[in-house]
């Protein structure tokens, strides 16, 4: 990509980004709003109340039944938030109506009197304190509304997620060690998208892929050598409903963190409950759904400056426009980014080379046909154009005398239905991924060697049905079916410039194809007055994977995997503020032939073959101190059979490459903790931890020389990270102003490289990483928030990824910046 062109494109971002906003502003302009408050109609039966409750919240239905009933209910608040019901309307008495509103919540309900009812959680049948009144039609004292106020302090405490599939659910409750990034905090977020908050996740591993942009991630230690061309991905990425991952490479794009549900990360292996690449970990990307009801916008806008570099500008908007009221609701979301390199290319004559433009597009749109009945509808567009990846010598400069642009964009489209039978809820999920990714790396360090131009496409196609049981008793199960077929493209030419046309010979011109199927499920079984659950789980995997030279006839190369992988989990719930788990796990993950141009140099290399992964672990979740004190602790021992590798290959000509091979097992113990508590009131302190020690069992060689030694860590593999937060909220007036101050620390040990070249051993280890980040935000009455931050706030300069064949490769992370950003939400 020529310097003019780059331009040009980034013109073309800012007309698309104008158009999108354009159009948001005129659907804005143009929405009618309609709204009307359901009266209460007395039925013909007797003792029946002719309801009108649309599809929502459980805590908003409820409150509705209440008026419409003229009953008195008292509920669990913490719960009550974040449930969805599909809603009742027709002639119901009420314990008609309230069987079919908490119908698949797990709750239960009981009358005190003819006018007063109390809805209780599951494990809560003791528990009376978190509650609220919904007051009946006109109550709307002090108290009500003191009431209210408490109960959305209390909600927000609560984090409610959807990882096992049935449903809605409390995270205390569920037996699987993960973490959670509130929609809010993304909202709220400085970083340039979802990437940049896993990495402050304990136990998740960033590696930025900085040749072709995007990272991989992995999970407790369980890493890939290198992004690119070394095999899937070790942790599943979903964005809603859709497996996002590749063939031939672990690279997974950014995601825009704005207009987020949430984000969840689950640790272990997770093959009974998503079906593609869970070898270790899943990353859930949840999107905000279309409100039926209310419209809604929020939008937040960002300035800051960067040390050493310069501007950074960003603006976001979200609108929720409810088409018919009820039934059919669009969300749509616009965001761009223009942020300011930092590191120079003198002897390109550029300064601040490394600036990148994000552009963030997304539609949702939703309709709820039926109570029972729903189709959303999604496309999600991204494009990410960089001048030079960041890469330098000291952080700050890059001796290379050519520009090396990247970008990479990809569009989404997605179809949901979702049904709900009588005890059955059923949902299918259609999507199709299209990436593209152009970079160029100039290699003339290398004596003899030139630019290296890859452009990496893939394109994925995916069917998913997933089932899980919505009745109340002690029998639930949740099951799946999955089909995928994935393609990636590789081109790769070795030249001075770019040359496109026919009659080009590339380096590499290669097809990967992954055609898999996936058959999963979980059955459990609670005793002893639901205090004890028994999970058991297995998932069937057929993957037909093939290697296609497209420089030769000889057509593509395949071979076959399948796999039966079980999970056990076993919980226990002594109390309703606490519980214990124990479970085992496997996770497999397909192998793959070598490419013509591995063979042509290694003759004799074999097919990488599939790797397992073995997870046993052993975890707590509580609260104590009536939830003032939040813990969270896992202790888990992998043990990964025939782990992939990539080993480097040295063709007579041209620069090296990678090749994918296994090595025999890895194997270690680790824990995670985390700890929430408030010392002080308005004082809320966030700790968290996580160690792996995952490390070769054995040595590994490679043409006879030593790559890894017994005790060695996988490459890129971080060992512990921690992060510590502080957030002070308090009210700053009587009349709804309110100021917060939050500091955070987030630690990540130094990671190792280790390759081949030639006949000796090359080894570095990359420093260890402390960030700080400062902020003060303002919080209007008037719907608006204002805050001023600091990222990076003692300017730290890491090599994050060392490379040593080249110091100028060396990766690094962005100086320090401040800023203000301004949200507003009507």
């Avoid at 590798?645 to 824990?671: D, E, I, K, M, W």
Wanted: with cysteine.
């Amino acid at each position: 990509m020529t310097i003019t062109s780059y331009v040009h494109s980034r013109q073309a971002d800012w007309c698309v980004l104008r158009g999108a906003l354009v159009g948001a502003s005129i659907l804005l302009a143009s929405a009618t709003v309609h709204s009307a408050t359901p009266s209460t109609l007395q039925s013909q039966r007797a003792g029946a109340v002719v309801f009108d409750i649309p599809a929502q919240s459980l805590a908003t239905a409820l409150l509705r039944f209440s008026e419409q009933a003229g009953i008195q209910v008292t509920a669990p608040s913490a719960t009550l938030q974040v449930f969805q019901t599909p809603g009742v309307r027709g002639d119901y008495t009420a314990v008609e109506a309230l069987d079919i509103l908490l119908k698949g919540s797990g709750l239960t309900y009981k009358f005190v009197d003819a006018e007063t009812v109390v809805v209780r959680g599951a494990h809560t049948a003791a528990h009376t304190s978190g509650t609220m009144r919904l007051a009946q039609a006109g109550a709307g004292s002090e108290a009500a509304k003191a009431d209210g106020q408490q109960t959305r302090s209390m909600a927000e405490e609560e984090v409610i997620v959807t990882a096992q599939r049935r449903g809605e659910e409390s995270l205390q409750n569920v037996p699987i060690s993960m973490s959670v990034i509130s929609g809010q905090e993304l909202d709220k977020s400085h970083s340039l998208g979802v990437l940049g908050e896993l990495s402050k996740v304990p136990g998740v591993g960033l590696y930025e892929a900085t040749q072709t942009g995007g990272a991989s991630v992995s999970i407790r230690g369980a890493s890939v050598n290198y992004p690119l061309f070394s095999g899937a991905s070790t942790v599943g990425y979903y964005i809603d409903d859709i497996p996002f991952g590749f063939v031939s490479s672990a690279v997974l794009p950014d995601a825009g963190s704005f207009d987020l549900a949430r984000v969840e990360v689950l640790r272990g292996p997770q093959g009974t409950l998503y079906g593609a690449n869970a070898l270790n970990g899943v990353v859930l990307i949840k999107t905000s759904d279309p409100d039926l009801e209310a419209f809604g916008l929020k939008a937040r806008t960002l300035l800051s400056s960067t040390e050493d570099g310069g501007e950074n500008y960003r603006g976001d908007l979200s609108v929720n426009i409810p088409i018919v009221s009820g039934k059919v609701a669009a969300r749509a979301t616009a965001g761009f980014s223009d942020y300011s390199g930092w590191i120079d290319r003198p002897n390109a004559g550029v300064k601040d080379a490394n600036d990148r433009e994000v552009t963030n597009l997304r539609l949702k749109l939703k309709a709820q046909v039926t109570d029972d009945l729903s189709f959303t509808l999604s496309g999600w567009h991204s494009k990410t154009q960089t001048g030079s990846p960041d890469m330098g010598l000291d952080g700050r400069v890059n001796a290379s005398a050519r520009l090396e642009p990247l970008s990479f964009d990809y569009d989404v489209l997605g179809a949901v239905i979702d049904y709900r039978f009588a005890d059955v809820a059923m949902r299918s999920a259609t999507s199709y991924i299209d990436y593209q990714n152009d970079s160029e790396l100039d290699l003339r360090y290398i004596p003899n060697q030139n630019s290296l131009f890859t452009d990496l496409g893939a394109k994925v196609f995916a069917q998913e049905f997933t089932f899980n049981s919505t009745s109340t008793g002690p029998w639930g199960w949740s099951g799946g079916a999955m089909y995928r077929d994935a393609k990636d493209t590789i081109f790769q030419q070795f030249s001075a410039i770019r040359v496109e046309g026919p009659g080009i010979f590339p380096f590499a011109n290669d097809e990967y194809r992954s055609e898999s199927i996936a058959v999963y499920g979980e059955l459990s079984r609670r005793f002893m007055n639901d205090r004890l659950q028994l999970s058991l789980g297995a998932r069937y995997f057929r993957d037909t994977v093939s290697v296609d030279n497209l420089n030769t006839a000889a057509g593509p190369v395949e071979d076959t995997f399948e796999k039966v992988t079980p999970r056990t989990v076993l919980s226990w719930f002594p109390s309703d503020d606490a519980m214990f788990y124990a479970s085992y796990a496997q996770g497999f993950r397909s192998g793959r032939n070598q490419n013509e141009l591995t063979l042509a140099v290694v003759p004799d290399l074999p097919a990488a073959d599939p790797d397992s992964l073995n997870s046993y672990e052993v975890g707590s979740k509580g609260r104590w101190f009536d939830g003032g004190l939040k813990y969270d602790v896992a202790v888990f021992y992998i043990d990964w059979k025939d782990l992939q590798l990539s080993r480097v290959v040295v063709p007579p000509s041209g620069p090296t490459f990678s090749a994918l091979t296994n090595g025999q097992s890895a194997s270690g113990v680790g824990t995670e903790l985390r700890l929430g508590f408030e010392p002080i009131r308005d004082l809320n302190v966030d700790l968290n931890f996580a160690w792996n020690d995952l490390a070769f069992d054995s040595k590994v060689f490679t043409n006879g020389i030593l790559w890894f030694d017994k005790g060695d860590r996988l490459v890129d593999s971080v060992k512990y990270n921690a992060g510590l937060s502080l957030d002070y909220a308090f009210p700053t007036s009587s009349r709804g102003w309110n100021t917060s101050l939050l500091t955070s620390v987030n630690y990540t040990s130094p990671r190792l490289y280790s390759t081949v070249s030639g006949p000796r051993r090359i080894l570095a280890i990359a420093d260890d990483v402390i960030l700080t980040r400062l902020e003060l935000a303002v919080e209007a009455p008037a719907n608006w928030t204002i805050s001023l931050f600091a990222d990076n706030l003692f300017d730290e300069d890491p090599v994050v990824t060392h490379f040593p064949f080249n110091p100028q490769r060396e990766a690094r992370i962005r100086p320090r910046t401040i800023g203000v950003q301004l949200e507003y939400r009507l």
